[in-house]
């Protein structure tokens, strides 16, 4: 009887054990339930959708025309490119040299708002009595002179009719 007795209690005791142990596992309707799935892995971009995310920085380029001519039809044989605007205008420091660079900001922004086209012309005009004064003129900027067969880069070359 005695055998029988612990092994009725070892029975019912495993069971309560059981029981116990299954009610951590199931949650309760009071608990909150926890989520054992993994987590969702999103791929990280790859380096092409970077590129296509990112935003094109516009930046405008000086050029100036050597001896330019306006005798009735505009003509520029020979540029120099003078780098981008604000690297070009840290070198303008002459005194009146204020109302040119105004000028040329002015026609970069428009520029950067409605084209791709970001070329501006500027040329330098030397005088007796003034000495060198930078010019930008309107007419100047009416045609990208860099693609015209007329012009003459830096490097002596000139480029082909179109």
């Not at 969702?40 to 970077?50: A, D």
């Not at 900001?105 to 428009?110: I, L, Q, W």
């Amino acid at each position: 009887m005695a055998v029988s007795k612990i092994a009725f209690l070892g029975t019912a005791g495993l069971s309560a054990g059981g029981i116990a142990a299954g009610s951590f596992l199931i949650p309760n309707s009071n608990e909150e339930k926890v989520s054992t799935s993994q987590p969702k892995l999103t791929s990280s971009p790859s380096v092409e959708e970077i590129k296509a995310d990112s935003v094109e920085v516009k930046v405008c380029q000086i050029y100036e025309a050597i001896s330019p001519q306006q005798n009735g039809n505009p003509k520029v044989s020979s540029l120099r490119h003078r780098g981008d605007k604000d690297k070009f205008l840290a070198t303008v420091t002459r005194d009146g040299d204020s109302g040119f660079k105004g000028e040329v900001e002015t026609r970069c922004k428009d520029l950067i708002a409605g084209t791709d086209k970001l070329n501006i012309y500027v040329w330098e005009q030397t005088g007796s009595h003034s000495g060198k004064k930078w010019i930008y003129s309107s007419w100047l900027q009416n045609d990208d002179w860099v693609t015209k067969a007329t012009l003459v880069q830096e490097s002596s070359t000139q480029n082909s009719e179109s």
